[in-house]
């Protein structure tokens, strides 16, 4: 049996943030990040990050750099093959969420803190594939039945 490799997966900003709150598991597993490059500094202490282009759906280029992420992502996981990924997400992050999926790997989403009342469209996505997907508060479960609430992540 091949031993658990994670991938941690969250666009910049306060989805990167949540997925920090997640280095108590980091700290247990052999994993990587996987996050976005963006104009301002991240502050990532951890050895093994991966950078894709940070995507925005009402660009024109938004298709193209989608595709360009998903070739990223593709030799990424050849390189790192992880069996579980963990999301927080968003965009730019599906390719490697449906890589995972694709090769037999496990799906964690944990839908954004921010959403209360109404799903992301990342989520909505994901809910379809992931192996568990979390939500953060409990009025979430009216939008994904299916889900676990345990509480924020904070």
Known sequence: ???????FAASSGG????LMML???M???????LTEKTK???????KHTYYLKQVNRKEKAFPIWLIWNAVLSFFIYLKERPNVVICTGVLAMIPMCLLCKLFGGKLIYIESFA???SPT???KLMYKY????YVQWESMLSVYPDAMYVGGIY
């Open 1 to 7: 049996m091949r031993k658990t490799k994670i991938c």
């Open 15 to 18: 989805h990167f943030e949540q």
């Open 23 to 25: 280095k108590p598991i």
């Open 27 to 33: 700290e247990r597993y052999p994993h990587f990040v």
């Open 40 to 46: 301002y500094a991240t502050d990532i202490k951890e």
């Open 115 to 117: 959403k209360v009342t």
């Open 121 to 123: 469209e990342t989520g």
């Open 130 to 133: 992931a192996d568990r997907f």
